[in-house]
Structure formats: structure tokens, C-alpha cells
């Protein structure tokens, strides 16, 4: 539990190095699996091809059941990138855990088990919603939302994109992260010697396996919420 994030300073900025490296990780496995799955398309998929035609259809599916596909149909490879991404980002702390003995700094873990992650994330994609909706919609209409029905709940509409922003960013950083503070537990107690090693073993196997869960289940519904904030702003209400 003593554990700590490395913390360097570059320019007058300080930096996670344990977030820089796996964000850099996580991007590179979700480049290559996408570019070894579509460099060889065939008729009749099979392996990664045939994965990634599946995760297509499922993004799809997605995008079809918050907005229409005539306009949604653009947004496949948003929902596609956050969705691939994030998964693959929740799934990196969950096999093992680097960290640097004397100093405690821990190297290898989910990026999305960082709060600054997590926010910038969502941050992003609520400033596409903006961005897409003025694009889209024009920016006149666009601005109308915020006073239909009635004028007086602008204030509240104001709150709503906050709170958008912040709940999309938490709950994955809420669940990534308590997914893997029990982890260290876990672990902490299958090293403290042979009973330890033995009573958890199987606390820790079963909670790997709902790891798994968590983080494809919380990829799904920043993919899905993502999406439902960008119907929010792109369709006429």
C-alpha cells in the first residue's frame, strides 16, 4: 500500500511516467492488433480480422441504438478508438504489477487507474460533443438547446455538462482504481509467507477473472455514454 507514483519534472510540468508509459503501451498494442488484423483483408476473415469485424459490428450496434446511423455512421471510429482503448488500458494491470523496489514507485499498471487520464478522456470527448454539435447543427441551433423549454434552465443545462464530464471520468477511474487496490492487497497477502501464499491464491485468481469483467464492462459504458452525450448534441431535438 505503500506504493507511489513516479513523478518527474519536465519543463516546469510534472508528469506521471507510470501514465505516460502505459498510455504509450496501451496505444501501440491497440495500433498493431489493428494494423496486423487489417493488413491482409480477405472475404472470408479469420483471427484478428474476424475479431475486429466483430468489435465493428458491436460499436455499430452502439452507435445505432443512441442516434441515427445516417449521422451517427461518422462518429464508428470515435466509438471504435475509445471503446479498443480503453479496454485494452483497463486490462493492463490486471496480469501483473512493476514497481521499483527501494523506491517504491510503481511502473507498471492500468493508465486508467489515473485520475488525470481518466478526466482528460472525458474532457476530450465532451469538447467533441460541442465541437461536432455546432458543426452539424449550426451554431444558432446548436445554442437553443440550452434555453428549450423554457429559458430558466440554462443554469441547470450549464451544471449537466459538468457533471457529464466529471461522472464519465470518475466512474472509470473509481472502478479501475479499486479494482487494483485490491489487487495490491491480494498480492500483499499471497507474498507475506507460505499460509498467506496459500489462502490467497484463489481470492486472487477469482478477482483476476472479475478484473476482467470490470474493465470490459467500463470500457463498454464509456464507449456507450460517449456516444449517448454526442446524440445529445448532433440530432434535432
Known sequence: MDHIAPMREFMGLTFNMSTVLMTTVACLIVFLICFIGTRQISMRPSGLQNFLEWVIDFVRGI?????????????????????????????????????NKNTHEVWWKSPTSDVALTL????????????????????GDYLKDYVRPVPFLLPFKIIEEFSNMLTLGMRLF???????????????????????M??????????????????????YIFAMLAMVYMAHKVEHH
Open 63 to 99: 452507435i445505432k441504438a443512441n442516434m441515427g446511423w445516417k449521422v451517427g455512421g461518422q462518429f464508428i471510429a470515435l466509438a471504435f478508438t475509445l471503446l479498443f482503448y480503453v479496454f485494452v488500458a483497463n486490462m493492463l494491470g490486471i496480469p501483473f504489477e512493476i514497481y
Open 120 to 139: 482528460t478522456l472525458s474532457v476530450l470527448v465532451i469538447l467533441m460533443t460541442h465541437y461536432y454539435g455546432i458543426k452539424i447543427r449550426g451554431f
Open 174 to 196: 473509481g472502478n479501475v482504481f479499486a479494482k487494483e487496490i485490491l489487487m495490491v492487497l491480494l498480492i500483499g497477502l499471497g507474498t507475506s509467507g507460505l499460509l498467506g
Open 198 to 219: 496459500v489462502g490467497g491464491f484463489l481470492p486472487t485468481m477469482v478477482w483476476q477473472a472479475f478484473g476482467i469483467f470490470i474493465g470490459s464492462l467500463q470500457a
